[in-house]
Nanobody
Framework: QVQLVESGGGLVQPGGSLRLSCAAS????????MAWHRQAPGKQRELVAN???????NYADSVKGRFTISRDNAKNTVYLQMNSLKPEDTAVYYC?????????WGQGTQVTVSS
């Protein structure tokens, strides 16, 4: 089984930056892709970015050029560097991992962009 723990959320002013971390533990060898999603109040959860085992990445149009997903295989950790944050980026951010046994989700971390 795989466990995920997110960290790095918080309150930031518009235009600021945050870096989210998602640390995986357990059967990490089974993970073939990881992703960040977010869910704002009253809205559906949406994909923000993903990264596959080969290193390829995809981003939602709304975050392209501002967010960067990366990973440190030695630490079994995926990061989401968020720059030029906007109030509309306010949401709970969730990490997930795709495995042959299903998709595993973390508990989420709150990001609030406000002056």
């Amino acid at each position: 089984q795989v466990q995920l723990v997110e960290s790095g959320g918080g309150l930031v002013q518009p235009g600021g930056s945050l870096r989210l971390s998602c640390a995986a533990s357990g059967s990490t060898f089974s993970i073939y892709a990881m992703a960040w999603h977010r869910q704002a109040p009253g809205k559906q959860r949406e994909l923000v970015a993903n990264i596959r085992s080969g290193g390829s990445t995809n981003y939602a149009d709304s975050v392209k050029g501002r967010f960067t997903i990366s990973r440190d295989n030695a630490k079994n950790t995926v990061y989401l560097q968020m720059n030029s944050l906007k109030p509309e980026d306010t949401a709970v951010y969730y990490c997930n991992a795709a495995t042959p046994y299903g998709v595993i989700w973390g508990q989420g971390t709150q990001v609030t962009v406000s002056s």
